[in-house]
């Protein structure tokens, strides 16, 4: 698979980047009893790997729009400040009917944690607990999927996670009751740095629906600053149905780089709905390597964002089997001065024949200071394909308004309104009821005027 | 007082002038027909009333119930009673246009110090409405004019107006493009509406609209000015002998004064 290659930062390291490896030497090889001796030489070459490239500068082709040097410039503690948070906290992110895992700072807090009574073979426990009874069904997929060559915060993640999520769902089980996975950060003097790392594996025609909650706790505007750096690998085997939400609410002085990497086999279907109001700085790296012929991968967000927060989602879709479809459809908001990047990559390789690979991303600015870059890329080496994008940028239409108005909905009103039409289609598409709930909650608070367009939708 | 007075108004857009100095009162229970042809300024007229403020006031009045109109935001007119049809009604995707009926509805009853209907009570009344202009009932939950067909539109515009109970109810060309069934329907629904305490300006480029609902009074504007004012009779004349047979004499009269 060819591979853009990522400039080397100079010989030499950052000091900011040496804090991170003074950690690995303290902080890993505590956390690394439980595992095989291959994923210690991985973090070993992981953070090896970070040292040589550093944090990405805005160099890099990848990162030309995303600055992290905030991130690089803050010295986080690597110890979760898991006891400030209690149940309380907690109340109101649950949702209900669903097998809840709660992670504080990145660390397992069964205490929070609610689990009902699995199917048969079903697993759902942190991923420290999976390599202690199941370590046979991590190793094979583990850190072999998402890559760390290029990226820095995959190479970091990879190297000092401390523990995350390992769902399993063996062959032919339905799952019915979703799986939320609560990720809770607390800001603080010392912010803290924390590492999830996931491993999601549906086996042959299995089915089931994970949700991914990072939120603050505390006051969710002013709940200060955290930065967490998860990576999620998902592995759907042949048949498997996948239903995806990641719910992104922190606190908009936290920092969010994550990595989502979708491995899809023969005739599966991964669907996934990543939806980002909150965090200051966030990421999103979404890999979907299309692997199995048949298969179909829906990928869909909504970001909505304001003040000067910065969303940047990096989308890479790879068809590598034929027959494969993938449907990507982004649509965000921007108010303030904030700031949204959209990477749509759609790599067709030789032998996808008979891809249809569909891409889309729109966006209304709120604001003459918020700024979009979107910037779908195709390529494609197979010659029998339907692969269409497309990118917008607009405002809200004002002939639309005065019609409104001339109802007898006010300006502001009609604004939102019209506003709230512009999400809908995503909201509609979000199977899940509580996560749709929460979002259409969200935007009735987050819009002027919401108690109107609460009745008027 | 008259319900509606407008003085001498002009209107344009950049440097283009559009209405050259219109004169119009409206009264409580009556409908004035309002022809001509094409570029005229007809719709100008219509948003200018309705309060779309891309266009510039250059010079006049417009009084409604006696006071200053121009002052007034569209929805305030709107809960005041002011309704336009649009020409060309606007597709809003993603709003539902029972909901979106609804949120107005309420609006303009909060406005007037009625009580707001809840979901049952309005979904009576808005049935109510629907049969008045014969609507399918699948177009309710639809978007609000999105992928209706020209005479939905029209008709939808129709319903929407029966639903706001306006006061004073402005219908822009609501007739053009429409088969001669689904005239008679927004005629009934006009006609039905009819009252002594309420009065509409309608806006047509044909007379046979006016076949269905007699007007008052009717107006031929021109060029941006009203040239003529005369009863039903007049619109028949002008079908008869076009507007060119006006245009003569707008051309005399501008002579005339030269
Ligand atoms: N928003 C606008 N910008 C520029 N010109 C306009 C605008 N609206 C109307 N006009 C011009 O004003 C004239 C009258 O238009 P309109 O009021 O739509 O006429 P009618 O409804 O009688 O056909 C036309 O020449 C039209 O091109
Ligand atoms: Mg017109």
């Known amino acids: 698979m060819p591979e853009t290659i990522a400039a080397v930062s100079p010989a030499g390291l950052a000091p900011e980047a040496e804090v991170y490896t003074r950690a690995f030497a303290r902080v890993a090889v505590e956390r690394t009893d439980h595992e095989p001796s291959r994923i210690g030489t991985l973090r070993k070459a992981a953070i090896d790997r970070f040292g040589e490239l550093g944090f990405p500068n805005r160099k890099l082709e990848e990162w030309r729009s995303t600055d992290v040097r905030a991130i690089a410039t803050t ?85 000092l996670h401390e523990n995350g999520v390992f769902v399993f769902f063996p062959r032919n089980a339905v799952v019915e009751t979703p799986i939320h996975i609560l990720h809770l950060g607390r800001g603080g003097d010392s912010p803290v740095a924390s590492f999830p790392r996931n491993l999601f594996v549906a086996e042959e025609n299995s089915q089931g629906r994970i949700i991914e909650q990072f939120a603050t706790a505390g006051d969710t505007d002013t709940g200060g600053n955290h930065f967490t750096c998860p990576v999620t690998e998902v592995v759907l085997a042949q048949n498997a149905v ?197 979002l259409e909650e969200f935007l009735f608070r987050r819009l002027p005027q919401g108690d109107v367009v609460r009745q008027a939708v | 007082m008259s319900l509606l007075e407008i003085k001498n108004l002009h209107v344009g857009v950049k440097d283009a002038k559009i209405l050259k100095g219109v004169d119009l009162t409206v009264n409580r229970g009556e409908v004035h027909a309002i022809m001509g042809p094409n570029g005229s300024g007809k719709s100008t007229l219509a948003l200018v009333l309705a309060g779309r403020d891309t266009y510039e006031i250059t010079e006049g009045e417009i009084l409604y119930k006696g006071e200053d109109l121009l002052e007034v935001a569209p929805e305030e007119r709107a809960r005041e009673g002011l309704f336009l049809a649009f020409q060309y009604p606007v597709e809003i995707p993603g709003v539902s246009n029972v909901y979106f009926l609804k949120a107005a509805l309420n609006a303009i009853r909060k406005h007037r110090g009625q009580e707001e209907l809840d979901a049952m009570d309005f979904l009576t009344y808005v049935r109510e409405k629907m049969a008045l202009v014969k609507m399918d009932e699948t177009l309710l939950n639809r978007p609000v004019n999105e992928g209706f067909s020209g005479g939905e539109k029209k008709r939808n515009e129709i319903f929407h107006m029966a639903v706001l109970d306006p006061v004073l109810a402005v219908l822009d060309e609501t007739d053009s493009g429409l088969d001669i069934d689904a005239l008679k329907i927004v005629a009934d629904g006009v006609n039905s509406l009819r009252s002594e305490e309420r009065a509409f300006i309608i806006i047509t480029h044909y007379q046979r609209l006016l076949n269905y609902i007699v007007p008052d009074v009717v107006h031929v504007l021109l060029d941006g000015k009203i040239v003529r004012t005369g009863g039903k009779e007049l619109a028949l004349e002008l079908e008869e002998k076009g507007y060119s047979w006006l245009e003569g004499e707008v051309h005399e009269e501008a002579v005339a004064h030269a």
């Open chain 1, 75 to 159: 010295t986080f503690s690597f110890e979760p400040s898991a006891e400030l948070v209690s149940e309380a906290d907690c109340a109101r992110f649950r949702y209900d009917n669903t097998h809840e895992l709660v992670f504080v700072n990145g660390a397992f807090r069964s205490d929070l944690s609610r689990l009902q009574e699995l199917p048969d073979g079903v697993i759902i426990s942190s991923l420290e607990q999976g390599w202690r009874e199941h370590p046979e069904l991590i190793e094979p997929h583990l850190g072999r999927h998402a890559k760390f060559d290029n990226h820095a915060f995959v190479a970091l993640n990879t190297a």
């Open chain 1, 242 to 438: 996948v239903d995806h939400y990641k719910l992104q609410r922190e606190s908009t002085d936290a920092f969010h780089m994550a990595t989502f990497q979708i491995y899809l086999g023969r005739s599966s279907n991964f669907s996934s709905h990543s939806i980002s109001w909150g965090g200051g700085l966030v990421r999103n790296d979404v890999n979907a390597v299309l692997g199995g012929e048949g298969c179909e991968a829906t990928l869909n967000g909504l970001y909505m964002v304001g003040g000067t927060q910065l969303v940047d989602n990096h989308m890479r879709v790879d068809h590598v089997a034929p027959h494969c479809d993938s449907h990507e459809l982004f649509k965000g908001v921007l108010e303030g001065h904030a700031r949204a990047v959209f990477n749509g990559r759609i790599f067709v390789h030789k032998g996808a024949q008979k891809t249809d690979a569909k891409q889309t991303n729109r966006n209304l600015l709120l604001s003459p200071t918020a700024l979009v870059h979107s910037n779908p890329q195709l390529e494609i080496f197979a010659d029998d394909v339907r692969c269409t994008h497309g990118s917008t940028v607009g405002r809200l239409d004002e002939l639309g308004i005065f019609y409104l108005r001339s109802r007898g909905i006010g300006e502001e009103a009609a604004r939102s309104l019209l506003t709230y039409a512009f999400c809908a289609d995503i909201v509609q598409r979000i199977k899940d009821k509580s996560v749709r709930r929460d």
